[in-house]
Nanobody
Framework: QVQLVESGGGLAQPGGSLRLSCAAS????????MSWYLQAPGKERELVAT????????NYGESVKGRFTISRDNGKNTVYLQMSSLNAEDTAVYYC????????????????WGQGTQVTVSS
């Protein structure tokens, strides 16, 4: 029932841009902080960016700061990652993730993950 469906990945040239989208359903998106993570081959998964439920706060990993922008549209239940100035180091699987309340008025949260979308930066 819970779904996080990433799209927009693919092949990009160095210096180019991509915009990833994550369409969410099956939970209360507007009450959920959303994040993007990446996992490069042979490496641990790491945080790319996070955005609070109302969009009031964002945080970025050091490697993408100044190049990537996370945003969300609560009316569309969608979170985005605008990726600019791409380089080969950005090549990874990018995962959308939600920190969702387990129920109405709950102070407990659950982490959901999308299936991931491959981003490859190559000339």
């Amino acid at each position: 029932q819970v779904q996080l469906v990433e799209s927009g990945g693919g092949l990009a040239q160095p210096g180019g841009s991509l915009r990833l989208s994550c369409a969410a359903s099956g939970f209360t998106f507007s009450r959920s902080d959303m994040s993007w993570y990446l996992q490069a081959p042979g490496k641990e998964r790491e945080l790319v960016a996070t955005i609070t439920s109302n969009g009031g706060y964002t945080n970025y990993g050091e490697s993408v700061k100044g190049r990537f922008t996370i945003s969300r549209d609560n009316g569309k239940n969608t979170v985005y990652l605008q990726m600019s100035s791409l380089n080969a180091e950005d090549t990874a699987v990018y995962y959308c993730s939600a920190r969702a309340p387990v129920s109405r008025f709950s102070n407990a949260y659950v982490r959901y993950w999308g299936q991931g979308t491959q981003v490859t930066v190559s000339s």
